[in-house]
């Protein structure tokens, strides 16, 4: 049974600086890294002979709009079957430079969760064979789960935020 | 291919060799891909999504899926509701198994609230759930059969889903989108003639499933149809993220109820049935056995049912029951707050998993301490394995593709959320 302290240290040994904000939510072992090493750190991880952290179960992006310079974070899910062990990879982009490698060479279901990225919040994952829109139609010109966009009408007096909250 | 086969066609038929056509040049033999919708709107599919198929005569050479028909923003659409109204978006996902999905659902918002469930509620939340694994199976395995062309199984079997769509009713009053249970536990206890229906079941159904194994598990037309037909190796399963029934088809023994159990799955017995070759024949068998093992599973739990509450000692979070708050200052307050969205959430990210009907139906949740969730984003099996599916029938027919899609239980509200 791994601990997330001793597979915490394994990364940062074998990262050191690029790796940080360590952090276990829930007993989940979250860290973050930059984008240059995140293809390498998720196949290191897959091909470490006691870890085999070998299958993604999900990427994601997250916009926080009000914190600058970490507009988006793409957060990529792993499950190592053998160990049964989960962790949480995020990595942290600009809003004016929104690049990441892909990891369809380490994992091929990354292909449709990486587009659904892509059309849901623009994230541009560089190398995808194929970055097209999934689940929103090709003309749309616009990435709808940025925080920019309100569900309800803004004409709409009766559900102004100020009263019902978000 | 196609116009050399026709050539000699006519040659056959005349006897003589026809001259070529010489009035508009003369006819070039190229071998042509015919290209073939399949979808978004037949019958096969089985939901909304389209296939665009290239075909060689009758044999498949690649495939391109669209999907997104029925996209309804359910996450954009989570960013703007209090926790308990996304129950109701939760059901119309796998809507062949709602149950499970609402259950994961409070089962995330408990884990990032804190809130220990009473056994009772946990034992009540499994048995919901297999029955629902239980409706879900039925339901794939039955169109299965009819795709193949035994159109007896399906309706045979469909009295059963009718039967459980009757507790389904007696325990949440709704029948196809559930909204069942609540944050916190259960809604209301098993009433005496929910748990009479779950006994009836227990005792009729491995009878009507037996039949049902008995008209498909050796047929010979069946077989043909399905074994070693869209086959996938544990290796490409796990690379492109397969989970559930037809993972466990390709011989990986991955269930989220073993790897992390939830809502007390620890205390039942069962077994978790692996195929070999991951074809369509296998991921058949492994919905079939999977069926008796919630009915296992089921049986352990009405069995032992604890006694004790039915929902959490949380009043804060958990709606208290109407006649209280006609009468209580508390409950009224509570009844309130809970209603208006005004729970005191953490701030905090979760993720939490289930066995979904399909594989692992995951919830990542991250709350700012407000009233919704700043971002929730579900995992959806269907979504994740179905991008398999045009390597899976490549080089195969068309009326394999048709039973490679069904024995994949591919959900379109699942599949685009």
Known sequence: MLTNEEVAQTIINQFGETVSDFDDPY????????????????????????????????????HYPDSTGKEFCVVYHLH??????????????????VHVPTVIPLFAGANWMERETFDLFGIIFDGHPDLRRILNMEEMDYHPMLKQFPLEDDTRKDKIDALFGR | MISEDLNIAKKNATGSELPARNDNGPVQYVNELTTLNLGPTHPATHGIFQNILQMDGEKIVSGEQTIGYIHRAFEKIAERRPFYQITTLTDRMNYCSSPINNMGWHMTVEKLLGVDIPKRAQYIR?????????????????????????????????????????????????????????????????????????????????????????????????????????????????????????????????????????SSYQDFEFDIPVGQSGDTYDRFMVRNEEMRQSLRIIQQAI???????????????????????????????????????????????????????????????????????????????????????????????????????????????????
């Not at chain 1, 007993?27 to 952290?53: A, C, G, N, Q, W």
């Not at chain 2, 939490?352 to 301490?369: C, R, T």
Request: aromatic share 12%; charged share 25%.
């Open chain 1, 27 to 62: 007993d989940l072992l979250t860290f973050s890294t930059d984008r240059d090493h995140i293809v390498s750190v998720i196949s290191y991880l897959k091909e470490h002979p006691v870890y085999k952290v070998g299958f993604l179960t999900d990427i994601t992006a997250v």
């Open chain 1, 80 to 97: 190592s079957l053998t160990n049964n062990f989960r962790l949480r990879i995020k990595v942290y982009l600009q809003a004016d430079d």
């Open chain 2, 126 to 262: 499994v048995i919901m759930m297999e029955l629902a694994r239980l409706s879900d199976h039925l339901i794939c395995n039955g169109i299965l059969g009819v795709d193949t062309g035994a159109f007896t199984g399906f309706l045979y079997i469909y009295q059963e889903r009718e039967n459980i769509y009757d507790i389904y009713e007696e325990v949440c009053g709704a029948r196809l989108t559930t909204n069942m249970g609540r944050i916190g536990g259960m809604e209301r206890d098993l009433s005496p003639t929910a748990i009479r229906k779950i006994k009836e079941l227990l005792v009729r159904f491995p009878k009507v499933l037996t039949e049902f194994e008995n008209l498909f598990n050796r047929n010979r037309i069946f077989m043909d149809r399905v074994v070693n037909v869209g086959g996938i190796t544990a290796e490409r399963a796990l690379s492109y993220g397969f989970t559930g029934p037809n993972l466990r088809a390709a011989g990986v023994d991955y269930d989220v109820r073993v790897m992390n159990p939830y």
């Open chain 2, 303 to 417: 069995d032992n049912l604890p006694e004790g509450p039915h929902y959490a000692d949380a009043p804060q979070y958990y709606l208290p029951p109407k006649q209280e708050v006609y009468k209580n200052m508390e409950a009224l307050i509570y009844h309130f707050k809970i209603v208006m969205g005004e729970i005191d959430a953490p701030v905090g990210e979760v993720y939490h998993a289930v066995e979904g009907g399909n594989g692992e139906l995951g919830f990542y949740l991250i709350s700012d301490g407000g009233r919704t969730p700043y971002r929730l984003h579900f995992r959806r099996p269907c979504f994740i394995y179905y991008q398999a599916y045009p390597e899976m029938c490549k080089g195969l027919t068309l009326s394999d593709a048709i039973v490679i899609m069904s024995s994949m239980n591919v959900i379109a509200g699942e599949l685009d959320a």
